[in-house]
Protein backbone atom coordinates (compact mmCIF):
# COMPACT_ATOMS: atom_id res chain seq x y z
CA UNK A 1 0.00 0.00 0.00
CA UNK A 2 1.60 3.47 -0.95
CA UNK A 3 1.43 6.14 1.45
CA UNK A 4 2.16 9.82 0.21
CA UNK A 5 5.44 10.84 1.60
CA UNK A 6 7.36 7.35 2.11
CA UNK A 7 9.18 5.38 -0.32
CA UNK A 8 9.57 1.75 0.05
CA UNK A 9 12.17 -0.45 -1.46
CA UNK A 10 13.70 -3.72 -0.33
CA UNK A 11 16.81 -5.07 -2.53
CA UNK A 12 19.37 -7.45 -1.29
CA UNK A 13 18.12 -7.95 2.08
CA UNK A 14 17.75 -4.64 2.59
CA UNK A 15 14.73 -3.11 3.34
CA UNK A 16 14.93 1.13 3.11
CA UNK A 17 12.23 3.24 4.39
CA UNK A 18 12.78 6.92 2.91
CA UNK A 19 10.81 9.52 4.33
CA UNK A 20 9.79 11.50 1.08
CA UNK A 21 8.53 14.94 1.51
CA UNK A 22 11.60 17.16 0.85
CA UNK A 23 9.49 20.22 0.25
CA UNK A 24 8.81 19.69 4.26
CA UNK A 25 12.16 18.51 5.06
CA UNK A 26 10.27 15.31 5.41
CA UNK A 27 7.60 16.17 8.36
CA UNK A 28 6.06 13.13 8.70
CA UNK A 29 2.23 12.68 8.77
CA UNK A 30 0.04 10.48 10.84
CA UNK A 31 -0.32 8.50 7.58
CA UNK A 32 3.22 8.03 7.24
CA UNK A 33 3.60 7.30 11.04
CA UNK A 34 0.96 4.54 10.71
CA UNK A 35 2.12 3.29 7.39
CA UNK A 36 6.36 2.98 8.96
CA UNK A 37 4.42 0.97 11.99
CA UNK A 38 3.00 -1.29 9.70
CA UNK A 39 6.10 -2.07 7.30
CA UNK A 40 8.01 -2.09 9.99
CA UNK A 41 5.50 -4.79 11.80
CA UNK A 42 4.94 -6.43 8.65
CA UNK A 43 8.84 -6.87 8.11
CA UNK A 44 8.94 -8.59 11.32
CA UNK A 45 8.69 -12.17 10.00
CA UNK A 46 9.42 -11.13 6.45
CA UNK A 47 12.61 -13.94 6.03
CA UNK A 48 13.71 -11.81 2.95
CA UNK A 49 14.67 -8.90 5.11
CA UNK A 50 18.40 -8.89 6.93
CA UNK A 51 18.07 -5.67 7.77
CA UNK A 52 15.89 -2.29 8.11
CA UNK A 53 16.61 1.05 6.62
CA UNK A 54 15.87 4.76 7.59
CA UNK A 55 16.63 7.78 5.66
CA UNK A 56 15.51 11.25 4.26
CA UNK A 57 14.92 11.98 0.67
CA UNK A 58 16.98 15.51 -0.19
CA UNK A 59 19.18 17.40 2.20
CA UNK A 60 16.91 16.47 5.29
CA UNK A 61 16.94 12.90 7.57
CA UNK A 62 13.26 14.38 8.69
CA UNK A 63 12.22 17.51 11.21
CA UNK A 64 9.87 15.38 13.05
CA UNK A 65 6.12 15.77 13.03
CA UNK A 66 4.13 17.91 10.41
CA UNK A 67 3.73 21.30 11.94
CA UNK A 68 0.52 21.47 10.02
CA UNK A 69 -1.38 18.35 12.46
CA UNK A 70 0.26 19.40 15.95
CA UNK A 71 -1.15 22.52 15.25
CA UNK A 72 -4.64 20.92 15.45
CA UNK A 73 -6.68 21.58 18.03
CA UNK A 74 -5.48 19.00 20.50
CA UNK A 75 -7.52 20.85 23.45
CA UNK A 76 -11.00 19.45 22.81
CA UNK A 77 -12.30 15.79 22.62
CA UNK A 78 -9.76 13.27 21.55
CA UNK A 79 -10.89 9.52 20.30
CA UNK A 80 -10.26 6.95 23.26
CA UNK A 81 -7.41 5.21 20.79
CA UNK A 82 -5.68 8.42 20.75
CA UNK A 83 -5.52 9.02 24.42
CA UNK A 84 -4.51 5.07 25.34
CA UNK A 85 -1.67 4.83 23.06
CA UNK A 86 1.71 6.37 23.50
CA UNK A 87 2.86 9.14 21.08
CA UNK A 88 5.66 7.12 20.14
CA UNK A 89 3.83 4.19 19.48
CA UNK A 90 4.63 3.96 15.75
CA UNK A 91 8.35 3.86 16.78
CA UNK A 92 8.27 0.59 19.21
CA UNK A 93 8.40 -1.85 16.23
CA UNK A 94 11.51 -0.43 15.51
CA UNK A 95 12.84 -0.51 18.45
CA UNK A 96 11.92 -4.48 18.93
CA UNK A 97 12.55 -4.98 15.18
CA UNK A 98 14.76 -8.42 15.64
CA UNK A 99 17.09 -7.64 12.87
CA UNK A 100 19.75 -5.16 12.47
CA UNK A 101 18.25 -1.63 11.90
CA UNK A 102 20.15 1.93 10.75
CA UNK A 103 19.23 5.23 10.51
CA UNK A 104 20.99 6.88 7.21
CA UNK A 105 21.03 10.74 7.91
CA UNK A 106 21.63 12.94 5.19
CA UNK A 107 20.97 16.33 7.31
CA UNK A 108 18.59 17.48 9.54
CA UNK A 109 17.58 15.20 12.05
CA UNK A 110 15.20 16.85 14.74
CA UNK A 111 11.93 15.95 17.09
CA UNK A 112 10.53 12.54 17.19
CA UNK A 113 12.32 11.21 13.88
CA UNK A 114 15.58 12.23 16.09
CA UNK A 115 14.10 9.49 18.76
CA UNK A 116 13.05 7.27 16.01
CA UNK A 117 16.62 7.47 14.74
CA UNK A 118 18.03 6.63 18.19
CA UNK A 119 15.61 3.76 18.08
CA UNK A 120 17.61 2.67 15.67
CA UNK A 121 21.16 0.07 16.34
CA UNK A 122 22.84 2.09 13.85
CA UNK A 123 23.37 5.61 13.16
CA UNK A 124 25.55 6.30 10.17
CA UNK A 125 25.37 10.91 9.33
CA UNK A 126 26.58 12.65 6.12
CA UNK A 127 28.93 15.38 7.12
CA UNK A 128 25.98 17.70 6.72
CA UNK A 129 23.59 15.95 9.19
CA UNK A 130 22.54 18.39 12.27
CA UNK A 131 21.00 17.48 15.03
CA UNK A 132 18.61 19.08 17.50
CA UNK A 133 15.99 17.80 20.69
CA UNK A 134 14.22 20.87 19.58
CA UNK A 135 11.18 19.55 22.13
CA UNK A 136 11.28 22.77 24.54
CA UNK A 137 11.58 25.32 21.92
CA UNK A 138 7.58 24.43 20.95
CA UNK A 139 7.05 24.12 24.73
CA UNK A 140 6.55 20.43 24.40
CA UNK A 141 8.26 17.61 26.30
CA UNK A 142 10.61 14.87 23.92
CA UNK A 143 8.89 12.05 22.85
CA UNK A 144 8.93 8.84 20.63
CA UNK A 145 10.77 7.31 23.72
CA UNK A 146 13.78 10.06 23.99
CA UNK A 147 13.82 10.57 27.75
CA UNK A 148 14.75 6.85 27.77
CA UNK A 149 17.28 6.44 25.13
CA UNK A 150 19.26 9.36 25.10
CA UNK A 151 20.38 9.08 29.31
CA UNK A 152 21.11 5.78 28.47
CA UNK A 153 23.49 6.55 25.61
CA UNK A 154 24.98 10.15 26.90
CA UNK A 155 24.32 9.77 30.40
CA UNK A 156 21.29 11.99 32.53
CA UNK A 157 23.46 15.57 32.84
CA UNK A 158 24.06 15.50 29.23
CA UNK A 159 20.62 14.38 27.93
CA UNK A 160 19.14 17.68 30.33
CA UNK A 161 21.28 19.92 28.73
CA UNK A 162 20.31 18.63 24.75
CA UNK A 163 16.46 18.99 26.07
CA UNK A 164 15.83 21.74 28.12
CA UNK A 165 18.37 23.96 25.54
CA UNK A 166 17.22 22.47 22.05
CA UNK A 167 20.07 23.74 20.39
CA UNK A 168 21.10 22.24 17.11
CA UNK A 169 24.25 20.88 16.92
CA UNK A 170 26.51 19.42 14.51
CA UNK A 171 27.81 15.86 13.18
CA UNK A 172 31.35 16.13 15.14
CA UNK A 173 29.59 16.50 18.14
CA UNK A 174 26.98 13.77 17.45
CA UNK A 175 30.13 12.09 17.21
CA UNK A 176 31.76 12.53 20.12
CA UNK A 177 28.91 12.03 22.45
CA UNK A 178 28.67 8.14 20.77
CA UNK A 179 25.30 9.21 19.14
CA UNK A 180 26.69 8.27 15.23
CA UNK A 181 28.60 5.10 14.57
CA UNK A 182 30.01 6.46 11.33
CA UNK A 183 30.40 9.79 9.58
CA UNK A 184 30.75 9.92 5.71
CA UNK A 185 31.07 12.54 2.86
CA UNK A 186 27.45 13.72 2.29
CA UNK A 187 27.21 12.09 -1.33
CA UNK A 188 28.67 9.07 0.07
CA UNK A 189 26.05 8.80 2.51
CA UNK A 190 24.31 5.63 1.12
CA UNK A 191 26.79 3.93 -0.80
CA UNK A 192 28.39 3.62 2.75
CA UNK A 193 25.04 2.26 4.34
CA UNK A 194 24.25 0.10 1.73
CA UNK A 195 28.17 -1.43 2.36
CA UNK A 196 27.55 -1.57 6.40
CA UNK A 197 24.25 -2.95 5.52
CA UNK A 198 25.17 -5.82 3.01
CA UNK A 199 28.18 -6.56 5.60
CA UNK A 200 25.29 -7.60 7.87
CA UNK A 201 22.63 -8.96 5.40
CA UNK A 202 25.02 -11.54 3.89
CA UNK A 203 26.34 -12.85 7.74
CA UNK A 204 24.58 -15.74 9.68
CA UNK A 205 21.69 -14.34 9.86
CA UNK A 206 20.34 -16.53 13.40
CA UNK A 207 23.61 -15.54 14.89
CA UNK A 208 22.90 -11.75 14.10
CA UNK A 209 19.72 -11.73 15.70
CA UNK A 210 20.79 -13.46 18.64
CA UNK A 211 23.50 -11.37 19.21
CA UNK A 212 21.21 -8.21 18.67
CA UNK A 213 18.65 -10.03 21.30
CA UNK A 214 21.66 -10.27 23.82
CA UNK A 215 22.65 -7.28 23.74
CA UNK A 216 19.91 -5.45 24.68
CA UNK A 217 18.76 -8.00 27.42
CA UNK A 218 22.45 -7.30 28.64
CA UNK A 219 21.46 -3.90 29.05
CA UNK A 220 19.30 -4.89 31.89
CA UNK A 221 19.82 -8.64 33.12
CA UNK A 222 22.18 -9.62 35.71
CA UNK A 223 25.05 -11.70 35.01
CA UNK A 224 23.82 -14.91 35.53
CA UNK A 225 20.75 -14.47 33.34
CA UNK A 226 22.98 -12.89 30.53
CA UNK A 227 25.03 -16.46 30.81
CA UNK A 228 21.72 -18.23 30.82
CA UNK A 229 20.64 -16.69 27.64
CA UNK A 230 23.97 -16.82 25.74
CA UNK A 231 24.05 -20.52 26.49
CA UNK A 232 20.62 -21.02 24.87
CA UNK A 233 21.56 -18.46 22.21
CA UNK A 234 24.76 -21.01 21.53
CA UNK A 235 22.87 -24.26 21.44
CA UNK A 236 20.51 -22.14 18.81
CA UNK A 237 23.15 -21.55 17.05
CA UNK A 238 25.04 -25.29 17.21
CA UNK A 239 22.45 -26.37 15.12
CA UNK A 240 22.59 -23.90 12.09
CA UNK A 241 24.15 -24.72 8.69
CA UNK A 242 25.66 -21.49 9.28
CA UNK A 243 27.63 -22.54 12.19
CA UNK A 244 28.74 -25.73 10.15
CA UNK A 245 29.57 -23.69 7.23
CA UNK A 246 31.77 -21.02 10.07
CA UNK A 247 33.86 -24.09 10.88
CA UNK A 248 34.59 -25.63 7.29
CA UNK A 249 35.56 -22.54 6.38
CA UNK A 250 37.91 -21.52 9.07
CA UNK A 251 39.65 -25.06 8.73
CA UNK A 252 40.04 -24.67 4.58
CA UNK A 253 41.21 -21.28 5.05
CA UNK A 254 38.43 -19.91 2.96
CA UNK A 255 35.86 -16.59 3.28
CA UNK A 256 32.87 -18.38 4.54
CA UNK A 257 29.71 -18.31 2.48
CA UNK A 258 26.71 -17.90 5.21
CA UNK A 259 22.65 -18.89 3.42
CA UNK A 260 20.96 -17.52 6.40
CA UNK A 261 19.58 -20.78 8.15
Not at 28 to 53: G, P, S, W, Y
Request: overall charge neutral; proline content about 5%.
Amino acid sequence: MAVEGLIFTKEDGIATITFNRPERLNAVTEAMRTEVHRLATELRTDEETKVLVFTGAGEAFSTGADSGELTADYSGPLPPYILKRPLGWWTLPVRYFPKPTIAAIPGVVAGVTFSLALACDFRIASEKARFSMVFVKRGLVPDGGATWYLPRMIGASKALELMLLGDTFDVKEAERLGLVNRVVPHDQLMDATREFALRIAKGPSVAVDLIKRGVYKGITNDLEAQLDYETLAQRICFQTEDFKEGMTSFLEKRKPEFKGR
